[in-house]
């Protein structure tokens, strides 16, 4: 059984997340980005030599969104 690893190295990756609010006394509006500029990367990397190589997971798309938060 071939057991070689070559075919799963992973090569480095950034992600970009972003949140900025704004708010008074009682209030708060915050908007969020995960993953900013939508890069694909792999969340996990499940070695299997047995199958043929790895099982490998894409990490999350990119995400945004508004939170509104009042106080009472």
Sequence with gaps: ???????TKVDGYGIANVRV?????RWRVTAFA????DEEYPAEV???PEFGGAFVTPGAY??????FQWDF
């Design 46 to 48: 499940i070695m299997s």
């Design 34 to 37: 995960r993953n900013l500029f």
């Design 21 to 25: 609010g704004i708010g008074g006394d």
């Design 62 to 67: 990119r995400t945004a969104g508004v939170e």
């Design 1 to 7: 059984m071939d057991t070689s690893y070559e075919k």
